[in-house]
């Protein structure tokens, strides 16, 4: 009902958060292809004729962050180990992906592991338990719920891992996890999940208002405020 009313309220669109991303997917007049590949809206744009169009911008968030933070542009062929099956990694793996990236994903359920590199063309492993396992991985990506606040830490140990690679922790709650923390001490590149937040908003204010804005120090600077306890 909600939904349907918001053409007729004069409003451009809306953002969508958990739990409702899901539904929302099946709830709107149509979609992009990121929403489609990963079965979930978080950005409606109400059209010129009040029709709701779906996107999904964690995808692009999730990707603009990664190339802004790592420095690195091209990641064709290089090698990633996914933790998670959940909704953040779906967003994750299908801009992995598409910008031809290596994935290997691990999960605590290895079931939805599955499910979910047969559907993206990766692969399952399973949950790291040694160091060596994440040897030859050019990049970690934890999307899983461990390390946010009122749950246990990623205890994952980092020596083996190149020292190129980049960690990247989607958890925002708090900023500066203990996986970050770890990766800071081993001299890698350590990306936090605040800059996706930030990145998956701005093709969204740009779709609503047609002014793309700038992502920068300030607006995070905003943001961190806004978040602190
Ligand atoms: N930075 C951003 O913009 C952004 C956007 C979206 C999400 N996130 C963050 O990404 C994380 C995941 O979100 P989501 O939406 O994907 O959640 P979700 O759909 O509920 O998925 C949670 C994932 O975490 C795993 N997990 C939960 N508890 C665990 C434990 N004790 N040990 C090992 N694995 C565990 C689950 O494994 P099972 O399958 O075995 O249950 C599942 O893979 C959250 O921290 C969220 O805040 C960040």
């Known amino acids: 009902y909600v939904l349907c009313a918001l053409p007729k309220m004069g409003f451009a669109g809306v953002n969508v958060t958990l739990p409702h991303k899901e539904h929302a997917r099946r709830l709107v007049d149509r979609c992009d292809d990121a929403a489609v590949a990963i079965g979930a809206v ?5 059209d010129t004729h009040g029709a ?16 802004d933070a790592s420095g690195r542009a091209e990641w064709s062929g290089a090698r990633a180990l996914l933790l998670g099956a959940g909704g953040a990694a779906r967003a994750a793996l299908w801009a992995l992906r598409r910008a031809g990236v290596d994935v290997a994903i691990a999960n605590r359920s290895g079931a939805r592991a599955h499910a979910l590199a047969s559907e993206f063309a990766a692969d399952a492993v399973a949950w790291p338990e040694t160091p060596a ?3 030859g991985f050019d990049l970690l990506v934890n999307a899983t719920s461990l390390g946010m606040a009122g749950q246990p830490p990623l205890a994952i140990d980092l020596s083996a891992m190149a020292d190129t690679a980049v960690v990247y922790d989607l958890v925002y709650t708090p900023l500066a996890t203990p996986l970050l923390h770890a990766a800071q001490a081993r001299g890698l590149v350590a990306v936090d999940g605040l800059g996706m937040l930030i990145h998956q908003a701005a093709p969204a204010f740009a779709a609503w208002f047609g002014i793309v804005p700038a992502v920068d120090a300030a ?3 905003h943001l961190m405020a806004a978040l602190a306890p």
Do not use: S
């Open 52 to 67: 709701l169009a779906g996107r999904n911008t964690d995808a692009q968030g999730f990707w603009a962050h990664l190339v």
């Open 219 to 221: 607006v995070r600077r």
């Open 42 to 46: 978080n950005t409606i744009v109400i």
């Open 133 to 135: 396992a994440l040897g």
